[in-house]
């Protein structure tokens, strides 16, 4: 039987934008995981009419009802109450989990118990009970009319603990499918050309199914399919993976990786290489992505943020004639200085980021978003050149950085750059 889930949040803090709702985001991977649709994600403040509202749309179109929030000991905290008044749930006092909470209080917090903690040990009385080993508010789920309700706290930590220990197993015995996904990365087009040319494909596919997703500076396949094992599965996306492959060529980079910058290091991992960069207009954004994965020392050397024209010169031995004969921002200098910090670092690989990211263009007049992108390596010098017009700052960086790992990218794999 194929379940369909709808994530409920209790928390006004949450429709104020206070905070961010990274429970939805973590149960959806669950459920996702478990084979269980998730079609709806649904806000509601600390109102007890509302939720009674919200409850009543959920459960004509979900038979799985998870909540997050609002099982705390406040006065607002009505999410179990209401709840239960609208399944027709009784709520009793569970002595066992009363002395749970009073224990973690002397011991974890060394202070003794509040009255109003009480109230955290009313549960439906025929429901199960989710401990909560890491806070105060227990959990549970009932079943009720062909729904299922669990209810989770809201501070994250405590909410992942208990998915994890809790409403996982409870749901895995609700569930005989897995649903698996693979993300196929591409850079080079964007989401509407991408789409453009998978469009017939897509439209066609029931399970397994072809979505695309725009993430900053790339485009994002997802390929998803159902099925009773996760073997089988990933027999199914297989193909999907090939075709994506043989429409888009070379513009896919890697399939289940973080990024570009990943899919560089294990490369150069693979080639038993080291990589330096030297970095103007991105100011260090490329190195940053780059030591931001674990194990990245194993073949990143470093790098040097040269942004004033003279530290091109003095540190990574850019000629003088290039600086006054071409410009800071320009391709002779970008091969100089990929050349420089292989050089002075000694990498196998150099590669270069100079250009006016903006607002203004630069001090000989290059336009906004003009940007060069040198590599230096034993076989020789090579260059990109991109004009991305007047994009925001940090839109010109971003691309950027990723278009020097993409230049990287394709000379490992003996790609055209």
């Given at each position: 039987?194929?379940?369909?889930?709808?994530i409920?949040?209790?928390?006004?803090?949450?429709?104020?934008?206070?905070?961010?709702?990274?429970?939805?985001?973590?149960?959806?991977?669950?459920l996702?995981?478990?084979?269980?649709?998730?079609?709806?994600?649904?806000?509601?403040?600390?109102?007890?009419?509302?939720?009674?509202?919200?409850?009543?749309?959920?459960?004509?179109?979900?038979?799985?009802?998870?909540?997050?929030?609002?099982?705390?000991?406040?006065?607002?905290?009505?999410?179990?109450?209401?709840?239960?008044?609208?399944?027709?749930?009784?709520?009793?006092?569970h002595?066992?989990?009363?002395?749970?909470?009073?224990?973690?209080y002397e011991?974890?917090?060394?202070?003794?118990?509040?009255?109003?903690?009480?109230?955290?040990?009313?549960?439906?009385?025929n429901?199960?009970?989710?401990?909560?080993?890491?806070?105060?508010?227990?959990?549970?789920?009932?079943?009720?009319?062909?729904?299922?309700?669990?209810?989770?706290?809201?501070?994250?930590?405590?909410?992942?603990?208990?998915?994890?220990?809790?409403?996982?197993?409870?749901?895995?015995?609700?569930?005989?499918?897995?649903?698996?996904?693979?993300?196929?990365?591409?850079?080079?087009?964007?989401?509407?050309?991408?789409?453009?040319?998978?469009?017939?494909?897509?439209?066609?596919?029931?399970?397994p199914?072809?979505?695309?997703?725009?993430?900053?500076?790339?485009?994002?396949?997802?390929?998803?399919?159902?099925?009773?094992?996760?073997e089988?599965?990933?027999?199914?996306?297989?193909?999907?993976?090939?075709?994506?492959?043989?429409?888009?060529?070379?513009?896919?980079?890697?399939?289940?990786?973080?990024?570009?910058?990943?899919?560089?290091?294990?490369?150069?991992?693979?080639?038993?290489?080291?990589?330096?960069?030297?970095?103007?207009?991105?100011?260090?954004?490329?190195?940053?992505?780059?030591?931001?994965?674990?194990?990245?020392?194993?073949?990143?050397?470093g790098?040097?943020?040269?942004?004033?024209?003279?530290?091109?010169?003095?540190?990574?031995?850019?000629?003088?004639?290039?600086?006054?004969?071409?410009?800071?921002?320009?391709?002779?200098?970008?091969?100089?200085?990929a050349?420089?910090?292989?050089?002075?670092?000694?990498?196998?690989?150099g590669?270069?980021?100079?250009?006016?990211?903006?607002?203004?263009?630069?001090?000989?007049?290059?336009?906004?978003?003009?940007?060069?992108?040198?590599?230096?390596?034993?076989?020789g010098?090579?260059?990109?050149?991109?004009?991305?017009?007047?994009?925001?700052?940090?839109?010109?960086?971003?691309?950027?950085?990723?278009?020097?790992?993409?230049?990287?990218?394709?000379?490992?794999?003996?790609?055209?750059?």
């Amino acid at each position: 039987m194929s379940h369909t889930a709808e994530i409920l949040a209790v928390g006004t803090e949450l429709l104020l934008g206070n905070i961010v709702n990274t429970n939805a985001q973590t149960i959806s991977q669950s459920l996702s995981a478990l084979g269980i649709n998730v079609f709806w994600h649904t806000v509601v403040g600390d109102n007890p009419e509302r939720l009674k509202e919200a409850l009543d749309i959920a459960r004509r179109r979900a038979d799985i009802i998870i909540t997050t929030g609002g099982l705390g000991p406040t006065y607002d905290d009505l999410t179990k109450q209401t709840i239960c008044e609208a399944f027709g749930q009784r709520l009793v006092l569970h002595p066992e989990i009363l002395e749970d909470i009073r224990v973690f209080y002397e011991t974890s917090l060394h202070l003794p118990m509040p009255e109003n903690n009480a109230q955290q040990a009313e549960l439906p009385e025929n429901g199960v009970i989710f401990d909560n080993p890491v806070g105060t508010a227990p959990g549970c789920a009932f079943e009720s009319g062909g729904v299922h309700v669990l209810m989770l706290p809201g501070p994250p930590h405590e909410m992942s603990t208990m998915l994890r220990r809790h409403a996982e197993p409870y749901l895995r015995k609700l569930s005989h499918e897995v649903i698996v996904s693979r993300d196929i990365m591409t850079f080079g087009l964007g989401e509407s050309s991408v789409e453009e040319l998978l469009r017939d494909k897509m439209t066609r596919m029931t399970n397994p199914t072809l979505a695309t997703y725009a993430k900053p500076f790339e485009v994002r396949l997802r390929a998803t399919a159902k099925a009773a094992a996760e073997e089988e599965a990933l027999a199914m996306l297989a193909p999907v993976e090939e075709m994506v492959r043989d429409i888009l060529g070379d513009i896919v980079y890697g399939v289940d990786v973080s990024g570009l910058a990943e899919a560089c290091l294990g490369l150069l991992k693979d080639k038993g290489l080291t990589l330096a960069t030297a970095e103007s207009c991105t100011g260090g954004l490329a190195a940053g992505k780059l030591t931001a994965i674990p194990g990245a020392s194993a073949v990143y050397r470093g790098g040097v943020v040269s942004y004033w024209t003279s530290v091109k010169g003095d540190v990574l031995q850019v000629p003088q004639e290039i600086l006054d004969t071409y410009g800071p921002v320009s391709e002779q200098c970008a091969r100089a200085m990929a050349e420089g910090v292989r050089r002075i670092t000694g990498a196998d690989i150099g590669v270069s980021v100079t250009g006016a990211a903006g607002p203004d263009p630069d001090e000989r007049g290059v336009p906004v978003g003009v940007v060069y992108i040198g590599l230096a390596a034993p076989n020789g010098a090579y260059c990109r050149s991109l004009d991305m017009g007047r994009r925001r700052r940090d839109r010109i960086q971003g691309l950027a950085a990723n278009h020097a790992f993409d230049v990287v990218r394709r000379y490992l794999s003996d790609l055209p750059i």
